[in-house]
């Protein structure tokens, strides 16, 4: 494991792989079982889950340009997301990971990506 992974980098691939496996599930329940009522909403919940699990592998393997690429993507997402959902709840009949900034997950999606994005920069240094 490097240096991105160690210390409080263990931190933040422990919670990328936890939210890696919830927001995957979640997806995966809504996906099979209700696909047709909101398909967006579903869909990119399952596109934030693969970015979790971009993040869990890169950060612990170490590689800091997949992790600092991923962790852009991710923010743009909550950002772009979040904001839309705010703008035009009726656009997402179902929350997303990211609507409103990662609201029903205690606004850690909103956090997650600038805690990256910090590591990522002070093991730099």
Sequence with gaps: M???GS????AL???????SLAAG???AVQIATRFGEAPLAYSLSAFAAAVYVLLTVALWRGARRLALAALLVELAGVLIIGTASVLDPAA???ETVWSVYGKGYLF?????PLAGLYWLRRQRR
């Design 92 to 94: 997402f009949p179902d």
């Design 7 to 10: 210390g409080p980098g263990r």
């Design 25 to 27: 599930a979640r997806a």
């Design 108 to 112: 850690i999606p909103l956090v997650l």
């Design 13 to 19: 691939i422990a919670v990328y792989g936890l939210f």
């Design 2 to 4: 490097s240096s991105i």
